[in-house]
C-alpha cells in the first residue's frame, strides 16, 4: 500500500516568463517518468503564448492531456484553467491555495544544501547560444504522519540551458505570480529553484531522488516500501520568437463554456506537479 503526499514543488506543464514591453510564443517537448509504479511516464509537446502575466499553453501532441486542451492563467501561475475545447468546459486550480495547503502539513526540512555551478558548454538551442547552469539541492525532509514522524532524504539536480536574449523575462514571471507555502523551509526551496540560475530556459532537466530511510530501518514490516525513487522531468524548446501584442480574447474563458465538475478522471486532470513522500508526493 502506497500514501501519496504532495511536499513542495508546484510547477506550470512547462517553464514560462513574462515580458513588460513584449509578448513571446515558443513550441516545447516535455516528458517526465519515474520508477514508482504509482506514477505513469508521459509526453507532450505544445505551444506556449506569454504577455504581461497572462499566459496560455496548448496541448497539441502526445499522452498527458487530451489533444487540443489549454492552459490559461492571467495572474502569473497562482491561478490556472484547464479548458477542454471538445467538452466546452473548464477547470479552476487554485495553485497558491493548494500551496498553502502543503505548507500547513507538519514538514521540517534539515541539512539543506544549495549549489549551483557553470557549466563549460554552450550550445545553440532554437538558434539561440544557451549557458549551461547546474544547481543540485540535497536536503532531509521530515513528514509527521500522525504521531510518526517519516524522513526522507532527497537529492534534485537541475540543469539549464538558458538565454537573456528575451531580457529578464523569468524574473518579470516570477515577480507576479510567486508562489508561497508558508513554511519558510520549503519556500526557499521553491525559490532556489525558480530564481538562483537567471535567462530564460530552453532546455531543462530536473532529476529527483529521494532515499527513504525509514524503508531501511523497518526491515520486519509486511509492507513493501521502495528505499529509492527516481523522478525526472525534460523540457526542451523547439521554437521561440517575439510575438505581436496579443488580443484579451486568447486568455478568457469563452461566455459558452461552463465548469467541470470535480476532477475524477483523465480528461480533467490539472497541470499541477508535485514532488512525492514515499512510505510503502
Not at 222 to 241: D, P, W
Request: proline share 4%; charged share 20%.
Amino acid at each position: 500500500m502506497k500514501k501519496n503526499l504532495p511536499v513542495l514543488a508546484l510547477f506550470l506543464l512547462v517553464v514560462t516568463a513574462s515580458s513588460a514591453s513584449a509578448a513571446i510564443q515558443y513550441e516545447f517537448r516535455q516528458t517526465t517518468s519515474s520508477d514508482l509504479e504509482t506514477i505513469p511516464s508521459t509526453d507532450c509537446a505544445g505551444r506556449a503564448i506569454i504577455d504581461g502575466d497572462r499566459s496560455r499553453i496548448e496541448f497539441l501532441a502526445g499522452n498527458a492531456y487530451p489533444l487540443g486542451t489549454y492552459m490559461i492563467a492571467t495572474n502569473g501561475s497562482r491561478t490556472m484553467t484547464f479548458i477542454d475545447p471538445s467538452k466546452k468546459t473548464f477547470v479552476e486550480i487554485n495553485a497558491a491555495s493548494v500551496a498553502t495547503s502543503i505548507g500547513a502539513r507538519k514538514i521540517t526540512i534539515a541539512n539543506k544544501k544549495i549549489d549551483v555551478t557553470k557549466m563549460a558548454d554552450q550550445i545553440k538551442i532554437a538558434g539561440f547560444p544557451t549557458e549551461h547552469y547546474r544547481m543540485v539541492m540535497s536536503y532531509d525532509i521530515t513528514v509527521a504522519f500522525g504521531s510518526m514522524p517519516l524522513t526522507q532524504t532527497v537529492k534534485t539536480t537541475i540543469d539549464k540551458w538558458t538565454t537573456n536574449a528575451f531580457g529578464d523575462v523569468g524574473d518579470t514571471f516570477l515577480a507576479s505570480g510567486a508562489l508561497h507555502t508558508g513554511n519558510p523551509d520549503l519556500d526557499e526551496l521553491m525559490s532556489a529553484e525558480n530564481t538562483n540560475i537567471k535567462g530564460f530556459a530552453l532546455k531543462q532537466t530536473v532529476n529527483v531522488t529521494t532515499v527513504n530511510t525509514h524503508a531501511a530501518q523497518n526491515t520486519t514490516s509486511q509492507l513493501h516500501m521502495s528505499r529509492t525513487v527516481t523522478q525526472t522531468r525534460e523540457l526542451l524548446v523547439t521554437s521561440i520568437q517575439p510575438a505581436a501584442t496579443v488580443g484579451i480574447a486568447t486568455f478568457i474563458v469563452p461566455l459558452t463554456y461552463h465548469k467541470a465538475g470535480p476532477i475524477h478522471d483523465d480528461t480533467q486532470k490539472a497541470p499541477v506537479q508535485v514532488l512525492s513522500m514515499e512510505p510503502e508526493k
